[in-house]
């Protein structure tokens, strides 16, 4: 059974910077055929996406215009798993962060972890 658990969410303050974790366990699959998301669920708003990858292509990762510039997501440590490096937060990017992780035709979530930005 494919599992994704995501990590690394916290309180800071502007400007500040935080790296979130996701890591894939249970995968029968070739992690090379896994594309990698990220999205995120703010109080009273939709889930948007914010950033994604598939880190075994030549494809270049790709962002939302929110966070263009300030975001970047890589592989992580090992090959199951992805990071999210957030520079330079905004009250506005609080939110409850998701790793969505796709794979075989069907999608898998993490249980989500907090991220707050707040002086």
């Known amino acids: 059974q494919l599992q994704v658990v995501d990590s690394g969410g916290g309180l800071v303050q502007p400007g500040e910077s935080l790296r979130l974790s996701c890591v894939v366990s249970?995968?029968?699959?070739?992690?090379?055929?896994?594309?990698w998301n990220w999205y995120r669920q703010a109080p009273g708003k939709e889930r948007e996406w914010v950033s994604g990858?598939?880190?075994?292509?030549?494809?270049?990762?790709k962002y939302a215009d929110s966070v263009k510039g300030r975001f970047t997501i890589s592989r992580g440590n090992g090959k199951n798993a992805v990071d999210l490096e957030m520079n330079y937060l905004k009250p506005e990017d609080t939110a409850v962060y998701y790793c969505r992780v796709s794979v075989d035709l069907r999608l898998y979530w993490g249980q989500g972890t907090q991220v707050t930005v707040s002086s």
């Open positions: 249970g995968l029968s699959s070739n992690i090379d055929d896994v594309v």
């Open positions: 990858i598939m880190p075994s292509t030549s494809r270049s990762a």
